[in-house]
């Protein structure tokens, strides 16, 4: 498409592209699955009667899952990692108890939210702090020969996934069967999966919703697809379960994602690049897997750098994560999953999971709700996208302000009266003369645009009288 002229008193938007195109219709190959969530709350290492106190409130934000930390006996410590540590499954203990999981959910049910637990099913804890070696014997329901390790030197480190450039040998072996750092490596003999699978069911029938696999491409691809599987018969296949995937030059996304959902690191990284200081909006939409359902995420705890010091590609702004997530709940595609500080500290993201519920609705109704990505050819921080005729998306990057007297929108799908969210003011959309412009931004006193520096706006459309009555 040519790019429109621009002059000193008007901004003309072209659309860059319709992803529709872009993802997967979900074929009968794939498992059975719950109902796709519209947005995840990650409440990250956070007790389980806490989450109960709040967990309504989320799903009136537009939340229809929330994500509680692994369940299990663990590690002791009140240090996060330690939660992914495991030491006993047959014992629900760390975060809150058995009866603390029920009552959460019980809750969670009320109001219409449901409950995904994560689960650690690749390895055990590291409960020396050496990295060659664990004494096996200390893990109940568990002998050494449930374990990789060495014949001649049983609680031995066999092999470490980075050793011999393990993740960059073009070889999945090695993150298979090796150990991470000093984490004893399962084997999954029937004795391993008979606990896990007990915990699982447990978990179920204290009715959990769903779950998330850690560590998912450290495991075999049959085993994840057994207990994928045996979730779906003990749940009816009602339950909506994905897999923790980073991908590297050993592991795609496309290797595990015919069994479940996938963690979508490639738009992690992709968004990373557009999103951090210098990156260009004009970029968007950003690279993704070719997934509706993968769970699409602007942080996670494997990538905030004051969570992890070996945090996987962080930004060295966390804000710039903020607005990735904000870009994340405005997408047609994807599971967003939000950290649970990012919702509190960012003002925008709660509003987006609220226009992302919006946008599922209409959908549902069988209104337009497309994604386009639209550009200002002289602005590489500033980006619209919208969702058919019912809503928009304004971001800002920059650190100034961004404020134009007349916006032509001829291109766009949008026409009539949208509202805010956040900040509840209306604009108006109208044809003149053969072309659409902002006629009302806030007051009919004026058109074009304006957003705050580091900002993000989310409209939807409403009524016409909602413009008139202001």
């Known amino acids: 498409m040519a790019t429109r002229r621009i002059d000193a008193k008007s901004f003309w938007l072209v659309p860059l592209l319709s992803i529709q195109s872009l993802f997967l219709t979900i074929g009968t ?6 109902e ?42 009140d240090q996060w990692w330690k939660r992914y540590q495991p030491v006993d499954y047959r014992i629900i203990e760390g975060l809150g108890n058995e009866n603390d999981v029920q009552a959460l959910t019980t809750k969670a049910h009320a109001c219409n939210m449901k409950v995904i637990v994560d689960v650690v099913f690749n390895h055990m804890a590291n409960l020396d702090g050496r990295d060659d070696f664990e004494n096996l014997s200390t893990f109940p329901g568990l002998s050494q020969n449930d374990f990789k ?17 393990g993740y960059r ?7 298979i069967n090796c150990w991470l750092g000093g984490l004893p490596d399962l084997k999954f003999t029937d004795n391993v999966k008979r606990l896990q699978k007990s915990h699982l069911k447990k978990l179920l029938d204290l009715g959990v919703d769903g779950f998330r696999f850690d560590a998912a491409k450290h495991m075999p691809k049959d085993v994840v697809k057994e207990y994928i599987e045996f979730i779906n018969r003990q749940s009816s296949g009602q339950a909506w379960n994905y897999l923790e995937v980073i991908e590297d030059q050993d592991t795609k996304a496309e290797d595990y994602n015919w069994i479940a959902a996938v963690t979508d690191f ?4 992709s968004m990373k690049t557009i999103f951090s200081f210098a990156g260009n909006l004009r970029s968007l939409p950003a690279n993704a897997i ?18 992890n010091n070996n945090a996987i590609n962080p930004y060295d702004d966390v804000t710039d994560s903020y607005l990735a997530t904000s870009y994340v709940l405005a997408r047609e595609g994807g ?39 639209l550009r200002f050819p002289n602005s590489n ?50 044809r003149k003369n053969g072309q659409k412009f902002v006629t009302r931004w806030g007051t009919w006193n004026r058109g074009g645009m304006e957003i705050q520096p580091r900002d993000a706006l989310y409209f939807i459309r409403v009524p016409f009288e909602q413009c008139r009555s202001n």
């Open 36 to 77: 796709q969530p519209i947005a995840i709350f990650h409440a990250f290492n956070q007790k389980y009667a806490d989450v109960k106190g709040f967990v309504c409130e989320l799903r009136q934000q537009g939340y229809t899952h929330v994500q509680l930390s692994p369940a299990q006996k663990s590690n002791p410590g």
């Open 29 to 34: 190959e794939r498992a059975l699955a719950g």
């Open 149 to 165: 390790t060495t014949a001649q030197n049983p609680g031995k480190r066999p092999c470490e996934v980075g050793d011999n450039n």
């Open 381 to 430: 921080t500033v980006a619209m996208m919208q969702r058919g005729p019912e809503g928009l998306f304004v971001i800002n990057k920059s650190t100034d302000r961004f404020d134009v007297p007349a916006l032509d929108l001829t291109l766009t799908d949008l026409e009539g009266c949208y509202n805010e969210l956040r900040n509840n003011f209306t604009i108006a959309i109208e």
């Open 290 to 307: 070719n997934d509706s359902r993968s769970v699409t995420f602007g942080a996670n705890h494997d990538t905030i750098k004051a969570l």
């Open 266 to 269: 490639r738009l992690y990284n």
């Open 335 to 373: 599971t967003p999953l939000v950290f649970n500080e990012h919702n509190l500290l960012a003002p925008y993201i709660k509003y987006g999971v609220k226009f992302r519920e919006v946008m599922v609705q209409r959908g549902r109704e069988g209104k337009n709700v497309k994604e386009t990505i």
């Open 169 to 175: 040998d073009g070889n999945q072996n090695s993150e």
